[in-house]
């Protein structure tokens, strides 16, 4: 007899929620809960800011900065990573993405602060139908802009 794969914590809520609020929450718990490190990623996705037609969908998943960058000037750091699809409810089809939709809700459900502290990282090979944001976190779990020498270093383009 084989033994099932435990489920994570964010699996097992995530296939509970019901709810346009419970999808928030879980959301939001990624991004606020130091332990949500490298629990599987959670999305949400909507209407608002994009259009009645189409949807914007939105992964989140957090990770060690140090780890995820393999660099140890970011010790100390949490990285969330975010990503973005559009996508036509008539057809089905994916969409350019929307940036600014994006931006909108990193604003609407976490911060200001987080929206415009959040940036592109070059290293993630953005697709035409998929954008990326990377957003720092403190050991308080507030956002912080990457340092001189970490932007130097990996030639981060701040976009906000």
Request: hydrophobic letters at 45%; charged letters at 20%; glycine letters at 4%.
């Amino acid at each position: 007899m084989q033994s099932q794969p435990l489920m994570s914590v964010a699996t097992r809520m995530v296939a509970t929620m019901t709810t346009p609020a419970q999808k928030i929450e879980a959301w939001r718990r990624i991004a606020r809960d130091p332990s949500a490190v490298a629990l599987d990623p959670v999305t949400i996705g909507g209407t608002r800011f994009i259009g009645d037609d189409k949807t914007i969908r939105i992964l989140i998943t957090r990770e060690h900065a140090n780890e995820f960058f393999a660099t140890e000037l970011f010790a100390g750091r949490d990285v969330l990573i975010m990503s973005a699809s559009c996508w036509d409810l008539k057809t089905g089809r994916r969409l350019v993405p929307d940036h600014a939709a994006m931006m909108a809700y990193i604003d609407r459900l976490l911060s200001r602060d987080h929206a415009l502290t959040s940036f592109e990282y070059p290293e993630l090979s953005a697709t035409a139908t998929t954008i990326y944001r990377l957003l720092l976190l403190d050991s308080s779990q507030r956002p912080v802009a990457p340092s001189p020498l970490q932007s130097a270093n990996l030639r981060v383009r701040i976009t906000g």
